[in-house]
């Protein structure tokens, strides 16, 4: 990485190493930024979320670290996070990046750690609110719930549809793009120092909040998508791991903000052979959280397409997972003892009071039961076949429909 590493990832001290030799908190630079590390605020599979301070203006942020040991590979796939962040900035429910970095590990040539700063919301996320009503015995007012809802809904709406930017000649040549694909170790390197070059020249130029800070940067997959089409053309994006975890709350308590941009890839996805089925199945088994996972990515037939349905279903997941406390097939397989792989292929699942899905049984009324209404959004997002599952467009429709019917809530907070 050479001096333009040590200019784009001004470490103070090494990240890791400070926190083990400095009992106050520690420091570190990104892009001639100070940053306080005051704690960590969750860990994924290779990457740490710490909560840190603008040393200077003491405003707090979320530094996401990732660690990629395994090369250029695990890079690019970090690098692609970033470049997601970019894509859809700014969308009031979609997280965006502040700036990011990647630096060079000292005692191995080959790692390289990839740092992402983006804003901290206190109040945690989707996961952490159904967590504390499965301890307090509380639960979602309805139209909150629903308001939340309908945040994911639009942020989905962004990236199923989303239009792609830029001139004429600002989408890059296939042949290029596939060479990247082709020649990845090396490829993915030259993206690197693409990427501290044009940082580097952003912040010499005190050129910030230049336009094309909100363009990719990167010729990887998720650029590589928009070959051929022309600016304001769709290209579809699926998130493919929506869950409350991924839903961070804003401040105010309303406003939905979808966060962990790093399994979205393009959409849809022509399974053309046994090989590709089985790439994108192994995927999904990477990137999306099983008791959220689609039907068509547990068994992914050759000849069938993946689509943005698969955010569909987990959003029904998502809303039953708020009602109930759990996905409906995490609730399914603990009360059967059955594999939830089965639940799901099977749509296998039920409301508490009611009987299952499966068998088309009538609700039974029940005291504090759940509206049908907010009952048949999850009903419909949860159909075993994409195709009968509703668009965002149709999703969002219904639950503008939903709201209408909706009482107050009394508090809003
Ligand atoms: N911007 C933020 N503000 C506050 N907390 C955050 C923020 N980003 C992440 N976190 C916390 O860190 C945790 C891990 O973040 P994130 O989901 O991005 O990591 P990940 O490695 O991609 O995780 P996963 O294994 O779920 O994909 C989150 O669940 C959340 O608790």
């Not at 001139?167 to 296939?174: C, E, R």
């Not at 052979?273 to 959280?289: K, N, Y």
């Amino acid at each position: 990485m050479g001096s333009l590493g040590s200019y784009f990832m001004d470490v103070v001290y090494s990240f890791t190493s400070c926190m083990v030799c400095f009992p106050g908190s520690p420091n570190l630079k990104i892009n001639s930024r100070s940053f306080k590390i005051l704690r960590l605020l969750g860990e994924g599979g290779f990457s740490y979320v710490y909560l840190v301070e603008d040393s200077k203006t003491h405003e707090l942020f979320a530094l996401k670290k990732i660690r990629c040991p395994f090369g250029q590979e695990s890079v690019s796939l970090a690098l692609k996070e970033v470049e997601a962040y970019t894509l859809f900035s700014p969308h009031p429910n979609i997280i965006h990046s502040i700036d990011y970095s990647v630096e060079a590990d000292k005692s191995d040539d080959q790692a390289k750690t990839v740092y992402i700063l983006l804003p901290y919301y206190r109040r945690g996320n989707l996961q952490d609110m159904i967590n504390a009503n499965l301890v307090n015995h509380t639960k979602f007012p309805e139209r909150r719930l629903m308001v939340l809802f309908l945040g994911v809904c639009k942020a989905l709406k962004a990236m199923h549809q989303y239009k792609v930017k830029g001139g004429p000649g600002g989408a890059k040549s296939l042949g290029k793009a596939k060479k990247v694909r082709k020649e990845a170790a090396m490829a993915d390197q030259e993206l690197v120092e693409n990427m501290e070059m044009r940082a580097s020249r952003r912040h010499r130029e005190g050129d910030d909040d230049d336009e094309q800070e909100n363009e990719p940067f990167l010729e990887a997959e998720v650029t590589m998508a928009q070959e051929g089409i022309a600016p304001g053309g769709e290209r579809a994006y699926a998130h493919r791991d929506i869950k409350p975890g991924n839903i961070m709350i804003d401040d105010d308590g309303k406003t939905p903000i979808l966060m962990d941009l790093g399994s979205m890839a393009p959409s849809p996805t022509p399974i053309t052979s046994r090989s590709l089925a089985l790439q994108v199945q192994d995927t999904a088994g990477e990137h999306s959280t099983m008791p959220y996972r689609a039907p068509e990515l547990f068994d992914v037939k050759t000849g069938s397409v993946i689509d943005t349905k698969v955010d569909v279903w987990s959003l029904g997941c998502t809303l039953y997972a708020c009602l109930v406390g759990k996905s409906p097939f995490e609730a399914r397989s603990d009360e059967t003892g059955g594999s939830l792989s089965i639940c799901v292929l099977g749509g296998d699942w039920r409301f508490p009071d009611e009987g299952p899905q499966r068998g088309k049984q009538k609700a039974a009324p029940a005291e504090d039961a759940i509206s049908d209404s907010i009952k048949d959004v999850v009903r419909k997002c949860l159909a075993v076949e994409p195709s009968e599952r509703p668009d965002v467009d149709e999703l969002i429709h219904i639950v503008q429909g939903v709201l209408e019917t909706l009482p107050e809530d009394g508090s809003e907070d």
